[in-house]
């Protein structure tokens, strides 16, 4: 295992609410990402980070805000969840020659 | 932007080769990548390609890259019920980070 847990692992909640994932790691790895998997889309980019309080953003970062103010734990909040956040979101890390994903947080916004 | 494209889905029966492709619009990746994703799990690293390569083996897994009209493919000898999951192709953007093709679910039929 490549030392990578994400919490929690199912989670509904209602539109308007914040919600923060977290993404813990062991490996003391720089890279750190936040994608989200829907269908017929495959993973895309939300927000990674590049160390600590350093991040940017993916390709849909829209509605999303991240932190990192460890190494271990990289945070994504949704500041007010909405339905089309409905997803599962997968956090990785950048492990010499390849990523290595956690087992995904599955949200539901109804 | 970059773009990469996958079939959504594939059905096999057991015994036989399993065909995954992927094509991508533009590339300036050093590797292209495999990914596999079991069923509620995160996605793990199958294989990569060099992009100096043609062809790649490695067991019963064969990986073919033409530059030339931008395709990749994953092929699975005598593929296995074991083999029942969603694959990826993966390739870095331009920003250096890793892009996702939708993802083939591959069936494999006893």
């Known amino acids: 295992d490549a030392g990578i847990t994400q919490s929690p692992r199912h989670k509904v909640t209602e539109t308007g609410t914040p919600v923060t994932l977290r993404c813990h790691q062991t490996?003391?790895?720089?890279?750190m990402y936040w994608y989200r998997q829907d269908p017929g889309h495959g993973l895309r980019l939300i927000h990674y980070?590049?160390?600590?309080?350093?991040?940017d953003k993916g390709e849909v970062s829209d509605g999303y805000s991240v932190s990192r103010s460890k190494t271990e734990d990289f945070l994504l909040t949704l500041e007010s969840a909405t339905s089309s956040q409905t997803s599962v979101y997968f956090c990785?890390?950048?492990?010499?020659?390849?990523?290595?994903f956690g087992e995904g947080s599955r949200l539901t916004v109804l | 932007g970059e773009d990469v494209e996958q079939s959504l889905f594939l059905s096999v029966r057991e015994g036989d080769s399993s065909v995954i492709n992927c094509t991508y619009t533009?590339?300036?990746?050093?590797?292209l990548y495999w990914y596999k994703q079991e069923p509620g799990a995160g996605l793990q690293l199958l294989t990569y390609?060099?992009?100096?390569?043609d062809m790649k083996q490695d067991q019963r897994l064969t990986v073919l890259l033409n530059k030339k009209d931008k395709h990749l493919s994953l092929r699975i000898a005598d593929t296995q019920t074991g083999d029942s999951a969603i694959y990826f192709c993966?390739?870095?953007?331009?920003?250096?980070?890793?892009?996702f093709g939708q993802g083939t679910t591959l069936q494999v039929k006893p």
């Open positions: 990785a890390i950048e492990g010499p020659g390849e990523l290595f």
């Open positions: 490996e003391n790895h720089r890279y």
């Open positions: 980070s590049y160390g600590v309080k350093d991040t």
């Open positions: 533009d590339s300036s990746s050093t590797y």
């Open positions: 390609i060099f992009s100096n390569m």
């Open positions: 993966a390739l870095a953007s331009n920003t250096g980070k890793l892009i």
